[in-house]
T-cell receptor, first 113, second 116 residues
């Protein structure tokens, strides 16, 4: 079946612009995660949804970052007033309710100029 | 701070050489442990995982890992690497007491290059 998809794959933004990154998880997967991966680093946890409920947003670096999953399926990560330090690959992963393996999408590479 | 450490950031091997990549974590209690791999231009994918039971875990493509609780380690091994194993390897931990939140804490990754 289809895997996790993310769009856009690449995004270039001018400093101060708002961006929205989309994640389509595997159908039926209850859990959804967002991670940020800076160049040369491992992924860092941002936020976690179980269905439409955002149960953990402890990893969001500032109040400029906002994520939602209103119908428990597609999720959007929004970054307001982007800064250069926001440049990274944003990874989305989903997993079944009883499963522990996370299935990753290809990521969105955000470059803030 | 609680963390995941990968000791080797860049490894270069010749085909047929043996591989061992180190991973240590600093969480107490029961943890779930993972190794993920990212081949050039591809998504992160699971190599193997440990939750409980036999501490020697076998994964895909001939990889295995050994959980040593006393050393807080989960090292990845392969007896004979191939050129196609060239990739980035990440160790990750699902911290204890996280309930249904299966967030992963990651190491920095190890870049493996296998020369034909």
């Amino acid at each position: 079946g289809a895997g996790v998809s993310q769009s856009p794959r690449y995004k270039v933004a001018k400093r101060g612009q708002d961006v929205a990154l989309r994640c389509d998880p595997i159908s039926g997967h209850v859990s959804l995660f967002w991670y940020q991966q800076a160049l040369g680093q491992g992924p860092e946890f941002l936020t976690y949804f179980q269905n439409e409920a955002q149960l953990d947003k402890s990893g969001l670096p500032s109040d400029r970052f906002f994520a939602e999953r209103p119908e428990g399926s597609v999720s959007t990560l929004k970054i307001q007033r982007t800064q250069q330090e926001d440049s990274a690959v944003y990874l989305c992963a989903s997993s079944p309710i009883l499963g522990n393996e996370q299935f990753f999408g290809p990521g969105t590479r955000l470059t803030v100029l | 701070a609680q963390s995941v450490s990968q000791h080797n950031h860049h490894v270069i091997l010749s085909e047929a050489a043996s591989l061992e990549l180190g991973c240590n974590y600093s969480y107490g209690g029961t943890v779930n442990l993972f190794w993920y791999v990212q081949y050039p231009g591809q998504h992160l994918q699971l190599l193997l995982k440990y939750f409980s039971g036999d501490p020697l875990v076998k994964g895909i493509k001939g990889f295995e890992a050994e959980f040593i609780k006393s050393k807080f380690s989960f090292n990845l091994r392969k007896p004979s690497v191939q050129w196609s194993d060239t990739a980035e390897y990440f160790c990750a931990v699902n911290p204890p007491n996280a309930g249904n939140n299966r967030k992963l804490i990651w190491g920095l990754g190890t870049s493996l290059a296998v020369n034909p």
